[in-house]
């Protein structure tokens, strides 16, 4: 059965509910199966027709993104994983600020995405939808790490959420594309990264001094979710012009006796929880340790550097 044709509009019209141009979405292979047709046609009902582009591996949706840049899309979407919205933040963002400033990037997670949940942003396609339209945009921080590629190189790359070292990071990349309301996922993506994650000494600097202790993990945090959408930050506002840095001392196992409490946001204050807000943070370690961006594992660790951009990324809401 075809969809309805959308009845043309005044042009006054279109331009106040698509201020940005029609919005363009890019979908991981999950949301192909489910949630992105239903956003597609939720957009149509509004008058909208968008055009839609399926990632597969979810890696490629970068270079969905720049083409559709290069074809002249304003508004980006990223329906589904954490790792989608990291690529897209990548096609409009580079290390020294926007590669296309008049462009805006949307988020439509599924209940797969822990970006979107900062912004409060429905996973239901039917609200979603009604975020895309309109003009209304948030002026968002952006991260930029700097950190030891597996060459001896240093790397540089920006995030929009969160940078994560050792147990966190093995987390979230091991939940990455998952439903993250699954019991059994969850706890798979936890053992492993219990298995994988050692403690290590490390040196933590910030902008009022620096600490040194024995790390299990570290969340450096724009937003508020990450590791499958526990509060892991629950003081990170991601417009502030600094970054919430969670470091967790002892062992991985200490981090995952404490999962519910993570998920709710009360794990701090807690004798085995450092907490700071800072504007730079530098982080080296004794031993090697995961890094993740978004949610997303890059190859190497530290030395890292993270610096903020601030208000550099422009968030569709």
């Not at 968008?50 to 990223?78: M, Y």
């Not at 001392?249 to 701090?268: F, M, N």
């Not at 807690?270 to 504007?279: A, D, G, I, L, N």
Request: charged share 25%.
């Amino acid at each position: 059965m075809s969809e309805p044709t959308p009845t043309p509009e005044p042009v006054n019209d279109r331009a106040a509910r698509l201020p940005y141009g029609p919005p363009f979405l890019v979908g991981d292979p999950a949301a192909s199966r489910s949630g992105l047709g239903d956003l597609r046609r939720q957009l149509a009902r509004a008058g909208v027709v968008a055009e839609a582009a399926v990632a597969r591996p979810a890696g490629r949706a970068r270079e969905l993104a720049e083409r559709a840049l290069d074809r002249g899309a304003r508004l980006l979407v990223a329906v589904g994983s954490d790792e989608v919205a990291h690529c897209l933040v990548l096609a409009l963002m580079g290390p020294d600020g926007p590669r296309h400033p008049d462009t805006v990037l949307g988020l439509v997670g599924l209940g797969r995405q822990d970006l979107s949940a900062t912004f409060g942003l429905p996973d239901d396609p039917e609200r979603a939808a009604h975020h895309l339209l309109g003009e209304r945009v948030f002026l968002a921080d952006l991260g930029r790490a700097t950190w030891t590629g597996p060459d001896g190189a240093a790397r540089t790359e920006v995030f929009a959420n969160c940078a994560e070292l050792g147990y966190p990071a093995e987390a979230s990349a091991r939940l990455a594309g998952r439903d993250r309301t699954g019991k059994v996922g969850r706890l798979a993506a936890a053992l492993g990264a219990l298995a994988a994650t050692r403690s290590t000494p490390a040196r933590l600097a910030l902008d009022r001094g620096a600490v040194e202790f024995r790390l299990a993990g570290l969340v450096i945090a724009n937003g508020q979710f990450s590791m499958g959408r526990m509060k892991v930050a629950p003081r990170a506002l991601p417009d502030d012009g600094r970054m919430s840095v969670m470091a967790f001392e002892g062992s991985p196992l200490t981090i995952y006796a404490r999962s519910k409490d993570l998920y709710y946001g009360l794990h701090v204050p807690h004798p085995s929880v450092r907490e700071y807000q800072s504007t730079r943070v530098e982080i080296d370690a004794a031993g090697p340790l995961a890094l993740s961006l978004d949610g997303v594992r890059v190859p190497g660790g530290p030395p890292l550097a993270v610096e903020v951009l601030d208000k550099a990324l422009r968030v569709k809401v």
